[in-house]
């Protein structure tokens, strides 16, 4: 598979499983955390799924693209280890992660925390989305929608 493919699957997978929870989300209280905003495509998906709905994105630079930046107050810059506990208790709806770099010696580093920063940002039922798996007894894993790959992009709800 080239790259390019596997792009399109990352993506696909994305769009796809944030679309199949939406009603959920929308029923349920809280904000939206999306953590990894890059370019803000995914952001400016997420708004608008849930107009109206506060949606607080972390990146450790801001390279967004002009129309998909969030309100100062929406944006957090650093490093995503340190900056996301800061918001532990936040009861969000849904915490959306696209971190993943594709180089498997950065990325199993990133699977030994992001869980335990994931799991307090989330409320009870609340849903986790994430290209990293997401290994944690206080999450349990959902299938994902008819026609995204297995183990392409993952889907939880905190217990
Ligand atoms: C694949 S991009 C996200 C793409 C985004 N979904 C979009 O629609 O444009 C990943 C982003 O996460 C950020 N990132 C990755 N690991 C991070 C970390 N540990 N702390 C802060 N930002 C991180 C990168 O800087 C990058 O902008």
Known sequence: MSRLDSHIRRVTAQRDILNSIASDVTGMEGPIIELGLGNGRTYDHLRGLFAERRIVAFDRALNAFRGSIPD??????????????????????????????????????????????????????????????????????????????????FLYRRL
């Open 72 to 153: 100062a107050e929406d944006l957090v810059i650093g490093e995503i280890r340190d900056t996301a506990a800061r918001f532990a208790g936040v009861e969000a709806a849904l915490v959306h992660s696209d971190i993943a770099t594709g180089y498997s010696e950065i990325d199993d580093v990133t699977a030994t925390w992001l869980p335990d920063i994931t799991v307090p940002l989330l409320r009870i039922g609340g849903f986790a989305v994430s290209g990293i798996p997401l290994d944690h007894e206080r999450l349990r894993r959902l299938p994902v929608p008819p026609g995204v790959a297995t183990d392409r992009y």
